[in-house]
């Protein structure tokens, strides 16, 4: 395989990793909930649900918290793509898409898609969900495509004579 072929292999899942993941941090600050003419974000949705008080010391209550996690785990997979542990990257894009997806998945499911008074807004979970279908399939990628990379590095430093 050609040198441009192969950077385009590595580069092509890397890209759509981060568009992925820069979709699914976006998503997040789009409206979720709307209560008559005010949209909250899901980090406002968060804070409402914790100072609401209906989860005191549950498990949920952590999960809830998590939330806020989530820009510094994309933030973490980022920089270490950047420093060169690929598949540590990948592997928590894929975590975080996992969970944004699953979180965004069921509140598009159950926004109805409608203009509504009180519930779930349609625009942060759905955008929320393409940016975690999106970064999964990217991370799936950089992880099968880096396998290849990663032999053939082994390879040349042996032809090399290198151990």
Request: charged share 10%.
């Amino acid at each position: 395989m050609s040198e441009g072929k192969h950077r385009l292999r590595v580069a092509l899942p890397a890209a759509v990793t981060a568009v992925g993941l820069l979709t699914v941090a976006v998503g997040t600050f789009l409206p979720w909930f709307r209560s008559g003419a005010v949209l909250r974000d899901s980090y406002q949705v968060v804070g409402v649900i914790t100072s609401l008080g209906f989860l005191r010391g549950d498990v949920l209550e952590l999960l809830l918290y998590a939330w806020f996690g989530v820009v510094p785990a994309i933030t973490l997979s980022v920089v270490a793509y950047a420093v060169g542990m690929r598949r540590v990257s990948a592997t928590l894009g894929a975590i975080t898409a996992i969970i944004t997806g699953t979180v965004s998945g069921g509140a598009t499911v159950e926004s109805g898609g409608g203009d509504i008074a009180l519930g779930i807004a349609t625009t942060g979970p759905a955008t929320t969900l393409v940016g975690s279908v999106l970064a999964l399939v990217g991370a799936i990628g950089i992880v099968v495509f880096g396998r290849g990379s990663a032999r053939r590095a082994a390879h040349a430093r042996t032809v090399r004579g290198e151990p």
